[in-house]
Every structure is written in C-alpha cells, then in structure tokens.
C-alpha cells in the first residue's frame, strides 16, 4: 500500500494540498506502529506540510503519531502548528525532547512558539534554551504582544553609511556568522541610527570603489519597535517592503523584518477579520468541539438577543397581523433585503478600513454614495416586490407597503452597514469584530417597524 | 495652510493612513490651480500613497489633478491604482503622456498594467513601448490569466550548477546589467532546468572554492509557468519562499518570481473571498454608485428568491398563524440563529478550503464535529428559547416547540454549512461565491418548517 506513494509527489499535483493517499499511510503507519514506515514517510515533507497532517487527523492518531515519530517533532514543525494544538504537543512532549526541539530554533522563531503558551509551558521551553538564547527571548517578551518587537529578528548585517563597496564586501566576506536570511545591509550613523539601505545584488553588481550612500534603496523605511504588527504587514504590502530595520524610540538600530513574517501577519489579519465578520471570535478546524461550541456560544447569543429585539416590534403589530395573515408571509423578505444589503455596505466598509481606503477625507462621500446605492437597489426591488406582493395576495396596497418598506430599509441598510463600522474604528473597536450584529439589529427593526407599522397606517 | 505639512511626515504617526490634512492641501492646490504646490505636495509621496490619495478624492478633483499634475502621473502610480480607476485614468492620459508613464516600467510591471485593459488602451499602452518589451509584454500575455506565467518577471540571474562561490561572485561582478531586484542565484543543469538556489548572503558569506551545490537552500521549490496564482501565493505563504523560479513544460527556467508580488496576490486573494461571502462580487469604495449597484444587485436579487421560497413555507402555515399569532412573533427567531450558525460553519470552512486544511481525509469529521456543535449549541438556546416563549405568551407548549425547532435547525446549520461549500469546491464552483445563499436557504426554509410545523401538530 504504501509503496504506492511516491514521496516527491507529497501535494497533489501543484496544488500543494496534501495527498489523501499519504495522509492514508500515515495513519496506516500509525495502526501497525510501524516507525521505520513513518519516517520514511514523514521526514522528507516540510515542516509546514507536518503541521497540515498533523492538523487533519484525529486526537487519537496524533497522540499514536507523537509516539511512534521519536525525534521527528522538531522546533520548525511545532512552529508551524496551530496554537491550540501546539500547547497540547508540548503538553505531550517530554521535557527532554521538548529541550531538543526548541534547541535549534532562532530566537525569533522560539518567540513566536512561546508567546501565546501558557507560563507553566512557556517556562519549560525557557528552561531549555542556553542562557544567551533565553535573555534573547525574554527580552523580545518584553515587547508589547503583536508588536514590531515581538515578530523581528535581532540578527542585522550593518555597515557605516561612509563605507564604500569595497569595504562593505570585504567586512561580508571576512564575517564568522553571518544571518541564514538577509537581503539588506543596513548603512547606519555612528549613533547606530539607520539612514538607508542596500540590497545585496547592488552591492555584487557594482565597483569597489562606489560609495555605499550612492546606491541606496528608494523603498527604506524604518519600523518602531512598538508599532502594531498588523501596521508592519500593511507598510511591507503598500511599499513593497522585502525587509526593514526596526528601531527603538531613539531611533536607534534593534532588529529587522523579513517580507515572510509580514506575510504571515498579513495572512492571519485576513483571517480574523473574515472569521469576525461571521461572528467566529477565532477558531480553526482542529479546535475540539467542546471549544469550538464555546468560541461560537457568545456570537449566537448576541444574535438572539437581536433577534428577540426584532420579535419585539412584530409583537406590537400582533393585532394586525391576526387581521391580516399575508403581513406575516411578508415580513420576513423585507428584513431579509435589509440584512442582506446591510452586509454588503459593511464588508466593503470593514475591509476599506483596513486598507486605510476609507478616511476621515472620503467618508461623507462613501456614506452618500451606499444610502444612494441603497436607494437605487431599493426602488428595483420594490418595484419587483411591489408587484408580487399586489398579484399573490390580490392587494394593490400590500403591494405599494412592501415596496416603500423596502426602500427605506435598503436606504438605511446602506447607512447604517457604512457608518456602524466607521463609529466603532472611531471608538478603537474592530469593526470587523461587532458591526456584523448592530446592523442586523438596526436593518431587522426598521425593516420589520416600516412594513407592519405602513400597513397599519395605509391597510387596516 | 499648507506650510503646515510635514511632508517628511505624510501619513499619520506610524499608521501610514493618508493625513487628512495632506489630503485637504492636495483639494487646496488643485481648487487654487496651484500646480507647484501640487508637486510640492504630491512629489515626495511614495507612488502607492499617491495611488491611494487618487482614489479617496471625488471624480472631479481627480480630472483636476491629472490636469495640474503634469508629468506627476507615471507608470509607478498607475500601477498602483484600483483597475476601475486605471482605466479612466489612462482615458484621460493623452498618447504622449501615456507612453511617457508607461516607458520606464519594467515588463512584468507593463504586463500588471495592461492584462485588464480594454483592447484598444491595451494597444495605446504597448504602442507606447519599444520593440523588446513589446514582444517580451506580449509573450506574458499569451499566458493564462492568473497563471504564474503573468506574475513572473522575465530577469533572472543564473549559473551552471558545476560553478563555484569564486566563479559566481566573478561573474555578478562582472555583469552590465543585473535585474534591479533579485535574492537568489540559481542553478541550472546544461538544459536550463533549474536545480537549486543559493542566497547571495550565502554566496557573500562562503570561500571561494565552495561548489554552489553545497550551499544551496532547503526551500527550494520551482514554479509550473501555468500554475493559478492563488497556487503560487499558498506555496510562498505556505514554504516561505522568498523567490521561486518559474518553468515551463519542459522544466526549462522562463522567470522567476519574487515574495512581494506573491503577497500581494494573497491579499487579493483574501479580499475576494471576503467579498464574495458578503455577497459584493467585486467592487471598492472609488467605483461609480452605477457600477456599485450593478455590482450588488445580483445578489440582492439572490437573496429576494431565497427569502420568497422562505415565504412560501410560511403561507403553507397561514391559517395557523390566524389562530396564534405568537408564531408569527417567535418564528423569525428559530431562521435568524439558524442562519447565523449556519454562516459560522460556512465561513470556518470557506477559509479552511481555501488554506487547504479541510481536505478529502478530514472532511467526515469536520462534517460530524460541525453537527455536534450545532447539537450543543442548540440545545443551550434551546433551554433559553424555550423559557422565553413559554414565560412570553404564558404557553409552556409553545416554548417546548421553540426549543425543538431550535435543535433541528442548528444541527442542520452545522450540516449545511459545511456540507455545501464543500460540494461547491468539488463541483468547481468557487465556495465563497454561492454558498452563503444556499446555506441560508436552507436554515430558512428548514426553520420555519420545523417551527410551524411542529406547532401545528402539537398546539393545534
């Protein structure tokens, strides 16, 4: 069976998913406790894609996997593994292999393992650092969580600004240890403030003789220490960062930060920004049901409190509708329209937030134009409805009531799904996070208020 | 007023948002027709800052800064530029002034520019070019769209695979012209296939006589030339890469390509998705309030057919409604936390699709785990329902067919929102796109079925 598996061809073809066949003769390897089979399987994938195999089988079969795969967990796998699961592999792991897992990381990477464990956890993989190591690391802790600090690495590859290439080169060539990644050398000031940078293809593609100043990058930007790491992402995405010097508040050289970190946290704000938007806090396919149904519980309840808000105004029309039964066949496509419409405005609100397209400069006018787009979609729609209505219940008025209804929802789903998200970013609370609920509310009880109430008015 | 401007401070402290008073200095200048300000102002901006700036000031003041702007508009900013933007941008541009912006791009930068433009700017903008990049823009172009072939630059910078340290930094040394960005040097076999990369800091940091070959990265992957974009954008996210060299059929070495086009694509990538579920195809907040409604209204229209199939489950139960018409109070309840369990599971699966962690081997699973949470948390509202509807309308009967139409319609929740994405994908229909209207659907229908249903039969 698992000869048929052929290891260069671990992802489907360039579609880099993982193969279905060797996910199958892992957990065959794991049945039969065959270890020699595991790691002839295992060991030549990437750590990553471990870390998807390890994300896609059962609780079970990762314990029996942990097991058999001895010396296989290393510290590039656990990194790449998803939190929740991480602290339950180190909760696994011996504090011996633990110790050789982390043994071989980056302190930068180790920093990125420990930061979201828990302190007993997090003091275990310290402990099994070597002093230097562990100083780098907790002094990285030191910096505020999601920050510039937290996601750079320490080792930089720096040069005074007077050099020329030729020194430059030599000082390079001459170097013991230099860093595995780096793309820049970083000219500074002899107060170590850096003042520009230059990229290692520059430097081989020109004379000894030229001045370092000279051929310097136009994209140079320095990163705070303690600017928000989701700041960091957008700068490397607008300016087309590969890396940058990071800098402490006197401007002085502390670390760099590599375009890969930058696209991981890009990666992962896209990811909580959709996941909020759904009203799923955070939460990912290897959580345990006992998590996932806690994580879900708080954004469900929210919704039925919205709910019950809505019920509420149906509630003052019941006299109305007991009069006249096709008001509660109805009802529920205005709201509908409304909820829809609402989503719309917002998403592309929540989203221009956070690509800073939606300023304090343009928000009068981007606030104009959804209540207009509103306004349009809701006048075709009520002239649709509007027809409908009148024809399956007989009623020319019904009719009109559904589509002036709808009209003043969709105006005010446009407004609201643009100004919620834009007065909660004012506020300092993520849009994406609590918006999804106020305009459901406000689309549901207007939609609901201006059909039942109208009718009132105009039918009975 | 405009003295007031740091320009070495054009975004705000750290947050790189545009400075409301850049901005408003910017509507100064060109209200004034004060075209020196303007490039006092606009020049020192990076092009994607004043990409941005073009998209957040109104349609009028943009032909107004074309106008003043004069030469200001190069290729760099039209690059950056929205599509819809671009397009009416380059229709303002005159020829000369086209092919001045576009002449110093490189080709994979034309190629960016020019694959969404209508034919005949499509022709402006090549007429603009010299013969070389002519034929090199369009040979990109003979690629599929949103392949790796049109994301690719052409320059690479390689070496035979039999070389040494000394003889590669000799040769770089000696070129004319080396590419402006490039990290890696890669090998290739007498047949151009490449076999291997090195760093350059690798090579800056290695004796001469080291073999290339031995010093070579472990991340090295290379590219399919027809490979999806999206593809492309996973594997970098996914290994993190930082350059890959592009091949074609033949495993022959035709480009290469760099991190920061790839990221980019990933934040397209997550924009679209983000969308889509919203139910907003495409759309950004400088598109005209014609385009924008014509971009909704197709899913508006959607939505409408799904919320009228819910109201023909509804009018199956009007005579039932007559006699109580609490159900009309307490039914859009049981739809609204169905609908929005049914979207948490839709959106947790939709982004483990498109991170390829929901996969053939876990999909049972998750499809049993999602049921289970919709089982627990339905019961939960089902306890809370069930007290509130029977305390409301002082019917412990109704409150007990709450609860239950509570539990059914969650746990379908569950299902369908897993289950359909998941079909959608296999059938080739992007996930994102349709099935947050089919989920829905079926928490409406299936609540309001099993609401009133169960009330007629129980309290009837």
Do not use: C
Not at 134 to 149: D, F, M, N
Not at 209 to 232: A, G, H
Not at 273 to 285: C, F, I, Q, Y
Not at 448 to 457: D, H, I, K, M
């Amino acid at each position: 069976m698992a000869d048929d598996i052929q290891i260069s061809e671990q992802r489907d073809d360039g579609a880099y998913a993982l193969a279905k066949d060797l996910v199958q003769s892992v957990l065959d390897s794991i049945a039969n406790r065959d270890a020699e089979e595991l790691h002839r399987v295992l060991d030549p994938l990437h750590p990553a894609d471990v870390a998807d195999l390890f994300e896609q089988i059962s609780e079970e079969k990762r314990a029996g996997l942990l097991t058999l795969w001895r010396g296989g967990m290393d510290g590039d796998v656990l990194s790449e593994l998803e939190e929740n699961l991480r602290e339950d592999v180190i909760d696994m792991l011996e504090p011996a292999q633990l110790a050789e897992a982390v043994r071989d990381l980056d302190s930068d990477d180790v920093v990125d393992l420990v930061e979201d464990l828990d302190d007993s956890q997090q003091e275990a993989v310290l402990d099994a650092l070597d002093d230097a190591d562990r100083v780098a690391v907790e002094q990285a802790l030191s910096y505020p969580e999601e920050s510039a600090g937290r996601l750079m690495q320490r080792e930089v590859v720096m040069a005074p600004s007077h050099w020329n290439v030729g020194e430059a080169i030599d000082f390079l060539r001459n170097q013991d240890d230099l860093p595995e990644q780096f793309y820049h050398m970083i000219l500074v000031d002899p107060r170590l403030k850096p003042v520009g940078y230059v990229t290692l293809g520059k430097l081989l593609g020109s004379r000894r003789e030229v001045l370092l100043t000279s051929i310097t990058e136009d994209s140079f930007r320095t990163i705070p220490v303690d600017q928000d790491e989701e700041e960091v992402a957008y700068a490397f995405n607008q300016y087309h960062l590969i890396s940058a010097p990071v800098v402490d508040a006197d401007e002085r050289l502390v670390g760099q930060i590599t375009i890969d970190d930058a696209m991981a946290v890009l990666d992962g704000e896209a990811e909580e920004d959709l996941l909020r938007l759904a009203g799923v806090g955070e939460g990912s396919l290897s959580d345990r049901v006992v998590e996932t149904t806690k994580q879900r519980l708080p954004w469900l309840a929210v919704n039925l409190v919205t709910a019950i808000l809505a019920s509420l105004v149906i509630a003052q029309f019941e006299a109305a509708i007991a009069q006249l039964v096709a008001l509660a066949v109805l009802m529920p496509i205005v709201a509908s329209m409304g909820g829809n419409a609402g989503t719309q405005s917002l998403t592309v609100a929540v989203r221009a937030i956070a690509t800073k397209d939606l300023t304090g400069s343009n928000v009068w006018r981007v606030i104009r134009r959804e209540a207009l787009v509103g306004l349009i979609n809701g006048l075709i729609f009520a002239v649709v409805m509007g027809i409908i209505g009148a024809v399956w219940f007989s009623m020319p008025l019904l009719g009109g009531v559904v589509a002036v209804a709808m009209v003043v929802n969709l105006v005010i789903a446009g407004l609201a799904g643009t100004g919620i998200p834009v007065v909660l970013e004012k506020l300092g609370i993520d849009p994406a996070l609590a918006s999804g609920a106020f305009v459901t509310t406000v689309t549901d009880v207007v939609g609901f208020f201006a059909f039942l109430g109208l009718a009132v008015v105009v039918l009975l």
